[in-house]
């Protein structure tokens, strides 16, 4: 799993409207309230820490989300309502989405 970001291969530009402005020492310093600049961080963070294919159990995600960000629950939330991580009906497998 991926540990290192915001990362360099991201689509964006840098600069203050780029996802890489959403970070500070590899941490992100606040989830975006606005849907849109919310979306971004979203699919650069399942890019990023997630391999599409794989399945992972809700620890595991946790763990991810953990490495950049304290309320790994509301970004798992989150990525699941976009349709960037899909839930098992149990809450037991976690996959890349869209």
Do not use: K, W
């Amino acid at each position: 799993m991926p540990a290192a970001l915001p990362s360099s291969t991201t689509s964006s530009p840098s600069g203050p409207h780029s996802v890489e402005a959403l970070f500070s020492r590899g941490r992100l310093v606040a989830i975006p309230r606005r849907p849109a600049r919310r979306e971004q961080l979203l699919a650069h963070l399942a890019e990023m820490l997630f391999e599409p294919e794989r399945s992972y159990t809700e620890r595991e995600v946790n763990e991810a989300l953990l490495t950049v960000h304290e309320d790994c629950s509301a970004l798992r939330r989150y990525l699941v309502v976009a349709g960037l991580m899909v839930r098992s009906r149990d809450g037991s497998d976690y996959r890349r989405g869209r």
